[in-house]
């Protein structure tokens, strides 16, 4: 996912801070990086189909982190798919979909060890 090479292109013109050196900035955040990573704190329940916000939750205590110093977060979400990205998304798709149903034959057959690998 994301842009090949970009991070290594980025670090070269960034520095390490504290959050209270950008107290009353506005900052934009890639709000499906923190949604991704929430969702590996309740990747069972969503396999199993169970209602869950987990992931929500983890991405609001990071605004809340960053509201506490006062820097107004703006969330940002990847936009339409791009046509030029067509091949690559419908590969996506149907990775995610494979996973889900492996982890859910997983979970039924084997257990949840098993399972957590295709979550």
């Known amino acids: 996912m994301g842009i090949t090479g970009l991070i290594p292109f980025v670090g070269k013109a960034s520095s390490q801070l504290h959050l ?15 949604l991704h ?5 309740c990747a069972e329940k969503l396999a199993r189909g169970e209602d869950t916000d987990v992931y929500i939750q983890y991405c609001l205590k990071y605004v809340n982190m960053l509201l506490s110093y006062d820097i ?48």
């Open 37 to 41: 990573k929430g969702v590996f704190g």
């Open 72 to 119: 107004k977060p703006i969330l940002v979400f990847d936009g339409q798919h791009l046509p030029a990205k067509a091949l690559t998304e419908k590969r996506r798709r149907d990775s995610r979909k494979q996973s889900k149903e492996r982890a859910a034959e997983f979970l039924r057959l084997v257990g949840i060890e098993e399972a957590r690998s295709h979550m």
């Open 20 to 34: 209270k050196d950008i107290r009353g900035s506005t900052v934009a955040v890639d709000t499906y990086c923190w």
